[in-house]
C-alpha cells in the first residue's frame, strides 16, 4: 500500500491511535504529526507556554483551539503532504477540523480517511490505569501488575516511566465528557462528508491495524498515481 494518503486518527483516550499511527507510519511509510506527545514535549520545556499548556493538559482539560491549531501548522508546514501523512490525535474540535481543511486547500490536498477507533468506556478506564508512559522516548507500555511504591524503567530506552498526570482514573471522566462534547460534534460532520470510518479498537494491536489496513485498502484513490 503505497497511495499518498493523508489520514487522521481519533478516538477517545486509550483507543490506541499513538500505537496504530507508530504502526502505519512503518507500514505506510509516512510522516506522523502525534498532537499528544508534541503537546506534552512542550510541557517539560520550562517555559511560560510548557505551563500553560501543562494547566490543561495535566487535568485532562481540552488546549485552546487556536494554540493547538497554531502549533499543528507549524508542524504540517515541515512536511510535504501531498506525499501523504498520518495526524494522530489532532483534529479533536470542529475548529480544529476547519482550521486544517483550510490549510490542506491551500496546498490543493484534502484530508482523505478520518479513522475513529472506538472503544467501551470500561475499556478505556482499564487501559488508562495500566499505561505507563516514558519520559525520554514517549512510548507508552501496558504494565497491569505494575507497583506504584517501586519505580519502572522504560523496555526501549531505558528511561523512567511513569503514570501519566492525565492518565490518572479519577481524570478519565473529565476527559470523556470533552471527547463527547467536542470530538463527536466534529465527527458528525466528516461523517456526513462521507470521510469518517468507526473501526473498534479491541483486540490486539496486530487486529486493529489489521481492520485500518483493510479501510485503507477500501478507500485508494480511485485514480492511479502516474509516476
Ligand atoms: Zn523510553
Redesign the pocket.
Known sequence: MTANLRIALCGPAGAGKSTQAQLLQQQLHLPVIAAGNLFRQITMNQTGLGQFMASYIDHGRLLPSDLCNRLIMEELAKLDVTVGCILDGYPRTIEQAITLEDEMDKQSVTLDQVLCLTIPDVEAYQRLSARYT?R????TQDLPQANPAVQHF?Q????K?HQREDDQPHKMEGRLRIYREHTEQMLELYQGQGRLTEISGLGTIDEVNQRIRAILQAHQPATPVLQ
Open positions: 516514558c525520554d522516548c514517549q512510548r522504560c526501549h530506552c531505558g528511561d516511566i
